[in-house]
């Protein structure tokens, strides 16, 4: 009699284990599948480029491109306020000519977003330029002040000359 509760208890405890396996396993399975769809998922939104791409890019999403031009540009600071908007765009710069000129690509439907951010990025650039002037500007009007100052020749000659 003992034995059989020993067999039957070892029967419960294999089968136990082998049903929790299959749980478990099962489990794993119903997780990776989720996973999978999860990724698909992300691959299809990020198929697509968004803020600063190349004009190919741009075009290839079939939204109709737009230009502006610029002549000074500062495209990292354009980026940040450009991402702020969030407004895709490519920058295409004119090697033709003597003072270079940038082509800001657009998608249509972005034009009042991109208006907004263009009239911000000169607001900033405005005030960068106004507020903090130029170290070489100021370095260039140092030199001439110094250059202007006369020497007092008796200053000098004392300075060399202690009995």
Do not use: C, W
């Not at 230009?67 to 908007?85: C, G, M, Q």
């Not at 903090?132 to 300075?159: E, I």
Request: hydrophobic share 40%; aromatic share 6%; proline share 2%.
């Amino acid at each position: 009699m003992q034995e059989e509760v020993e067999m039957r208890s070892v029967t419960l405890m294999i089968s136990t284990t082998k049903l929790s396996a299959r749980v478990v396993k099962a489990a794993i399975l119903k997780l990776l599948q989720e996973v999978q769809k999860g990724v698909a998922k992300h691959q299809q939104k990020s198929a697509t480029p968004h803020g600063k791409q190349t004009v190919k890019q741009l075009v290839g999403q079939d939204a109709g491109a737009a230009n502006i031009e610029a002549t000074n540009l500062r495209i990292r600071s354009f980026d940040r306020v450009a991402r702020k908007y969030g407004v895709d765009y490519a920058v295409h710069r004119d090697k033709n000519s003597e003072i270079p000129k940038y082509l800001i690509f657009f998608k249509g439907r972005d034009a009042d977003a991109l208006n907004a951010a263009f009239k911000e990025y000169s607001a900033k650039e405005i005030t960068k330029e106004t507020q903090r002037p130029s170290v070489v500007k100021r370095l260039h009007q140092f030199k001439a002040l110094v250059l202007g100052m006369k020497r007092d020749p008796v200053k000098s000659k004392d300075k060399g000359l202690e009995l």
